[in-house]
Structure formats: C-alpha cells, structure tokens
C-alpha cells in the first residue's frame, strides 16, 4: 500500500480554498506591511534603494531555492510517496536540506561580502554615491533571507507533497504581520529609519522557516542528518532544477529589470513599480499562486501514473478557473486604478505624485493578470511531467522580449513602457506553453470549452468593469475623499460589481462558477 498521500479529485477545490484564503490573507498583509511602508518612506529615493536592495536577494533565492526547489523536488518526491518509498522520500529531503544549508549559505556569506561592488550595478544613473552606499548596506542585512527561504521551500515542498496547504499559506501572513509590528516599533531607532525595514524583513523570514518546521510534526515527517551526495535521487533532482532554476529564475528577473530601467527612469520609479506590484500580487497569489500551487502535487501523481486524460481535465479545469477568478480583477483594475492607489497608499510621505506614478505602473500590470496566472499553470504541468527545460526555453523568450519591448518604450513612456514589456512578454510565453502543450496532448486540451467559457466571462468582466466605475464614481462626487468616504465608494463599487458578475458567470451557465457555487454552499451549509 502506499504511503503517500492519495487525496480525492473531490477534495482539491477544498485545497484549493484553504490555500486561496490563505494566500489571501497573506496577500492582504503584505499589502498592509506597504501601507505602513509606505507612509514611512513614501517613493523617495530611500525607499528605491531599499527596493533594489531586496530584489537581489529574492532573485538569488529564486533562482536557487524556494519555486525552483519546489517545481524539481516535488515531482521526485510525490513519486516515491506513491510508491510506498517513505524511507527513501525522507533521505532525499535530509539531503537536501544539508545541500542547502551548507550551499546557500555559502552564497549569502559571498553576498554580504561583496554587496559593496554589486548592488552599484543595479542602481543606475540617477542614484547618488550615498544612495549606493545606502543600497550596499540595506542588501548586506538581506542577504541572509537567500538561506532561510531556500530551506523553507524544501520543508514547503515537503507539506505540499502530503496536501497539507494551510501553514505554507498562512506562514507568509505572519511573516507580513511580524515585519509590520517590527517596522512600526523600530522605525524611529535607527539613524536611517530605512534599516528597521530591513532588519524587519529578516526577522520574519527566520519566524516564517521556524513556523513551516513546526507545521512537519502534522504529517509525522522528521528530516535526518543525512548528507548522501551519491543519491541518484538527489543527482536527478538537482538535475531538474538546472532547467526550473534557470526558467523561474529568467521569469523572476522580469522584476529585477523593472526595478533596473526604472532606476533609469527617476528615483522615484523603482519604489513605484514595486507599491503598484503589490496590488497586483494581491489577486495574483489568492486566485492563480493557489490554483497552481494545489493542482502541482495532483498533476504529479497523474503524470507518475501515466494519466494524460486526467491531467487534460485538470489542466482544462485550472485554466478556466484562473480565467473566471482573474479576467474580472484585471478589469477591476483598468477601471479602478488610481481610486484603488489612493485608498490603498496616499497618506504620510506618500503624496498625490505618488499615487499618479504608481496607477500608471498598475494599470499596466493588470493587462499581465489572466497571463501570469496560466504561466504559472502551464508551466507546472511540464514540471510534473518532468520536461522543465521546454517552460525553459519559453522562459528566456520570454524575457528577451521584456528586454527589448522595455528599452524600446522606457524613454518615451517611462514607467508605462517598462510595465507594458512586462505584460507583452506574459502573452508570448502563454501563447507558447498552450501552444507547446497541445502538441503534447494531440491536440485536445479541451480548447473550444475553453475558448467559449473565457468569452463568456470577458463579457461578463466587460460589464462589471463598467458598473464598477460608474458606482464608483457616482460614491465619489457624493461622499467626497475622506478616508471614510474612499473606503465607501471603492469598496460599494467593487462589492457591487463583484455581486453583479456573479450572477452574470452563474447565468451564463459556466460550469467552474456552479464548482465554486457548489463548493461555498458545501462548506458553509449544515454538518
């Protein structure tokens, strides 16, 4: 029998929403951490130097740990849990473990040391010796997190394996909430009130790893010290993770070059880009991040068990579900951008100059919403097959295309250029994983369902959109701009509409709107 975990089909929409939420509140409060950054540091070029500062660290981190571990280790070890080969599974993770330990750890001393000669070329023109000096000193703090998160991804690996979702949802809400209460109680103890944020940030990062550790006691998983080089296990997935660290890491510098050109830009636009990622991220993680995250483990044991009719099914499915959660948000916000800002950022140091830099960066970042959403899917379907080196490929198309649409519009649109090479490039990389899938499958991804269904709800998103604004607008010449007054008119207009579309998707008979129907009514009706 085996011994690992072998959840129903029925239970991942359950999964799913317990990661949703999750992720939610996690998303929620990251967005309150900038809030109160925000109105610390506001877009000055303090701030930007901080945002670069933490860039380099979380690229480095994503390149060698946490999504690229996950999307090599996963698949190996889901297989040998389905096998029945627990003992094996727990030798691959220790190993791991001490392999990352010892090797991240190495890479974030190197980091520390050097940070004087590399953060200066990130930074730009228009930063001034003092901000580079500023920006060497802030990664220097953060460099440690490249360990801490690459041995939270394994143990997040781990917990994903088994289907168990709520603590890798919810550490990264703590980790959120601890950098909020430690930016709020140290900001005034430092020379440069920018350094609490940093020391905050690497604070929660060592509580977030101890609380992911805590959560293995649920599942009966304990790590050795066990440190087996010649493990042909370990060889494969180190294997693995050659092409998903590359491809992740390609697909994470998307971040990195925005940060870059727009050090180009202003001082002011590094900060800008970053606040208005945050709000993207929002429903970004709660919808797509979770759809994806859940369905990696099942699509694994599907393609273990040489299934391709039901990963087609699940493939199809996730893409619909990701379409009917994200096509709306991406109209939300084309309609509400700059009241959205506002509420959200326009207070202390944070001025309407402000607001106006960062709507522009979130209007454009919400065409890449429905396209970053299925990216994530897509290319988690070849990391279960164990094909990573084709999401790869399309990976560094990908950001060829960032790079040359970005220096192409940078000059003339400013931040809007560089978003929209940001969004462009999301469309081309979707168009090549469906298109490369496809031929995979014979051609029978269930596209017409698909391709109907997302027309349905782009009518629907349309509809929404408009009544989004007009409630929106009406709220605001009536109640004025107070923050009372913005919360009423942003969040009645958004809560209307939300309610009008789902009625509108329910109407229109779309079946993955009648799951989540069926799923709220399941899990909120009687025992």
């Known amino acids: 029998m085996a011994l690992g975990p072998t959840r129903p089909r029925r239970r991942l929409g359950v999964s799913a929403a317990i990661f949703a939420v999750g992720t939610g509140l996690s998303r929620i409060a990251g967005l309150a951490r900038e809030i109160v950054a925000a109105s610390y540091f506001g877009t000055t070029a303090a701030a930007s130097a901080f945002s670069i500062a933490s860039q380099i660290p979380n690229l480095m981190s994503g390149l060698f740990a946490q999504a690229a571990l996950s999307g090599a280790f996963v698949p190996v070890f889901t297989d040998l849990l389905q096998q029945g080969r627990k003992r094996e599974a727990v030798k691959l993770a220790s190993t791991l473990f001490w392999i990352i330990l010892i090797a991240l750890g190495a890479l974030s001393a190197l980091g520390i040391i050097f940070a004087g000669t590399i953060m200066p070329l990130f930074t730009g023109s228009t930063f001034t010796v003092a901000d580079n000096a500023l920006t060497a000193v802030l990664a220097q703090i953060l460099f440690p997190i490249v360990v801490l998160l690459g041995l939270t991804g394994l143990l997040v690996g781990i917990l994903q394996s088994y289907d168990e979702f709520t603590m890798a949802a919810l550490a990264p809400a703590i980790w959120n909430l601890v950098i909020v209460a430690l930016l709020v109680v140290l900001h005034t103890h430092f020379h440069q009130s920018i350094y609490s944020y940093a020391v905050a940030w690497l604070v929660a990062t060592v509580v977030q790893m101890l609380l992911v550790a805590g959560a293995l006691q649920r ?202 090479g940001t969004a462009v490039a999301n469309i081309v990389m979707t168009a090549q994983l469906l298109y490369r899938l496809r031929i995979g499958f014979n051609r029978r991804l269930e596209g017409a369902q698909t391709v109907m269904i997302t027309t349905r709800i782009v009518v629907a998103s349309a509809i929404m959109a408009a009544v989004a604004w007009g409630v929106w607008d009406g709220l605001d010449a009536l109640l004025g701009r107070s923050l009372i007054a913005q919360l009423i008119s942003v969040g009645g207009s958004i809560a209307v509409a939300s309610t009008l579309y789902g009625w509108l998707v329910l109407s229109m008979r779309i079946p993955e709107a009648r799951q989540i129907q069926a799923l709220v009514r399941d899990r909120l009706g009687p025992p």
């Open 219 to 420: 599942i009966d998983f304990r790590l050795k010290f066990e440190l087996d080089w010649r493990d042909p296990r370990v060889k494969h997935v180190l294997v693995l993770m050659l092409p998903v660290t590359i491809g992740l890491g390609i697909t994470n510098l998307d971040s990195l070059l925005n940060t870059v050109f727009g050090a180009l830009v202003s001082t002011a636009a590094p900060r800008a880009i970053d606040q208005a990622f945050r709000i993207y991220m929002l429903p970004q993680g709660m919808f797509s991040v979770a759809v994806a995250t859940v369905l990696l483990p099942t699509l694994s044991r599907q393609a273990a068990r040489r299934a391709p009719a039901e990963m087609r099914r699940t493939l199809g499915n996730g893409t619909r579900q990701i379409n009917l959660l994200l096509i709306p948000a991406t109209a939300l916000l084309i309609a509400l951008t700059t009241p959205i800002t506002r509420l959200v950022y326009q207070r202390g140091a944070f001025n309407a100059e402000s607001t106006h830099l960062v709507s522009i960066a979130l209007f454009w970042f919400a065409f890449s919403l429905p396209f970053g959403g299925l990216n994530l899917l897509l290319t988690r379907a070849f990391y279960a097959l164990q094909r990573p080196w084709i999401p790869t490929r399309y990976a560094v198309i990908n950001i060829v295309v960032d790079v040359v649409v970005s220096v192409a519009l940078y000059q003339p649109l400013g931040i809007a250029g560089l978003v929209i």
